[in-house]
C-alpha cells in the first residue's frame, strides 16, 4: 500500500480543531434555513468559492460570520456528530475540540446552550463510534482580558467537563501575555493550558506562551523554527506542537506544501503532530492533511508511525489510555 493510505489507516487522536471550523456549507444553509437566518451566499459553490484567504485574519473575518447560523443546543450537537463521522472515517479514535464561546455569548447565545450541545454530540459518538472526546474552550484574543474572565466566570458550572483553555484568533498585536492572568485563574481550576502561537506571530509570542501561560501544549508552532534556542527549548522538554499543514497552505503561513516544515520539525526532535484546524474551510479532515504531506514525499512510514503516536503523548488522557493506543 502506498504511503498516504498507510497514513490513513492509522489509529490516531486530533488535537487541533475547532467545532466552528467544521461547519460544511451544506451545513450551514441547513441551519441558516431552519433557524431563519441570513447568509450572504447564493448557494453552496458560492461559499466555497469564499474561501480563498491570504492571511489569518481574511479567514476569520469569514469563519465568524459563518458561525452565525449556530442558534439552538440541536445545532452544536448535530455540528459535532458531523465531525465524528469524519473521524471515525479517518481513523481518529480520540480528539480535544476546541471552542469559541465568545463567537457565540456576544450574539446572544447562552454559554449553556454550546457546551449542553456539543457534550451530548460527544456522549452520542462514544456510544456510536466509540470515538472519545474532551472540550477545551477557547479565549478570542482579539477581546479584551475582562472579557475572557467573564467567559471563563459563566463557564463555571461545565468546568468539571472542560479539558482545558486555549487561545485564538488575531494572533499579531495580541501577544499570550495579555491573558496571564486569565490563564492563571485556569490553572487555579485545574484547568489544562494550551495556545496558537508561532502561527502568523513571531517567536516571541511562543516565549510568552511558555512562560507566562505555562502552556501544556502548542498549537501550530512554526516561527518557532526561526530561533534554535527556542527549538532546543520545545524539543529539549517534549513539548508537543499541534501543526496544520493544509491550514498553513491555505493561509499563506507557507507558500506551497512542499514548503511545510513538518519533516524539519520532526527531524530537530520536535513532538509535531498533525491535524486539521478548520476543515471545512482549509479543505480537508485529518487524513486529508495527512495524504497532502506524504504527496510531498519528504516523510516516512516511519515518521507518520511517530505523528501518530506523538497525537495520543500529547493528548490529554490519563497515561493508562494514551498506553492504550500507543
Ligand atoms: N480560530 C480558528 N482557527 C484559527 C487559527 N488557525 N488561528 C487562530 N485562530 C483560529
Ligand atoms: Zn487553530
Redesign the pocket.
Known amino acids: 500500500i502506498d504511503l498516504a493510505t498507510f497514513a490513513a489507516g492509522l489509529p490516531k487522536a486530533e488535537l487541533h480543531l475547532?467545532i466552528?471550523?467544521s461547519l460544511e456549507p451544506e451545513q450551514m444553509f441547513a441551519f441558516a434555513r431552519r433557524n431563519a437566518v441570513a447568509i450572504p451566499y447564493p448557494d453552496v459553490e458560492a461559499v466555497r468559492a469564499a474561501y480563498a484567504f491570504n492571511n489569518?485574519q481574511d479567514?476569520?473575518d469569514i469563519?465568524y460570520a459563518g458561525a452565525d447560523v449556530l442558534r439552538t443546543e440541536a445545532d452544536f450537537r448535530e455540528l459535532a456528530a458531523a465531525y465524528f463521522a469524519r473521524c471515525a472515517a479517518d481513523h481518529v479514535v480520540h480528539t480535544e475540540i476546541?471552542f469559541?464561546p465568545q463567537t457565540h455569548t456576544a450574539r446572544g447565545i447562552p454559554i449553556g446552550t454550546v457546551i449542553e450541545g456539543l457534550l451530548a454530540g460527544m456522549a452520542d459518538a462514544q456510544a456510536e463510534h466509540g470515538i472519545s472526546s474532551s472540550l477545551i474552550l477557547?479565549f478570542l484574543r482579539h477581546l479584551d482580558e475582562a472579557d475572557a474572565f467573564a467567559t471563563l466566570e459563566a463557564a463555571r458550572p461545565w468546568l468539571d467537563r472542560i479539558a482545558g483553555v486555549g487561545l485564538?484568533?488575531?494572533?499579531q498585536g495580541h501577544p499570550p501575555s495579555k491573558f496571564e492572568r486569565v490563564f492563571a485563574a485556569a490553572a487555579e481550576f485545574g484547568l489544562k493550558r494550551v495556545a496558537?502561537a508561532g502561527?502568523e506571530g513571531p517567536p516571541a509570542y511562543v516565549t510568552e506562551a511558555l512562560d507566562l501561560l505555562k502552556v501544556d501544549r502548542l498549537?501550530?508552532g512554526n516561527r518557532s523554527l526561526e530561533d534554535p534556542l527556542l527549538v532546543a527549548r520545545l524539543a529539549r522538554s517534549g513539548m508537543t506542537l499541534t501543526v496544520?499543514p493544509l491550514?498553513n497552505l491555505k493561509?499563506c503561513v507557507v507558500p506551497d506544501i512542499d514548503a511545510h516544515p513538518i519533516d524539519r520539525m520532526l527531524r530537530l526532535g520536535l513532538r509535531a503532530t498533525i491535524n486539521s484546524?478548520?476543515p471545512a474551510y482549509f479543505g480537508g479532515y485529518v487524513n486529508d492533511n495527512y495524504s497532502a504531506v506524504a504527496a510531498s514525499g519528504r516523510l516516512t512510514r516511519d515518521d507518520f508511525v511517530t505523528l501518530a503516536r506523538n497525537s495520543f503523548l500529547g493528548s490529554f488522557l490519563p497515561d493508562a489510555d494514551v498506553a492504550r493506543h500507543l
Not at 168 to 171: G, H, R
Open positions: 475547532h466552528e471550523g489569518l479567514f476569520l469563519y476546541f469559541d477557547c485564538d484568533s488575531s494572533e496558537h502561527e498549537d501550530h496544520c491550514s493561509l484546524d478548520d
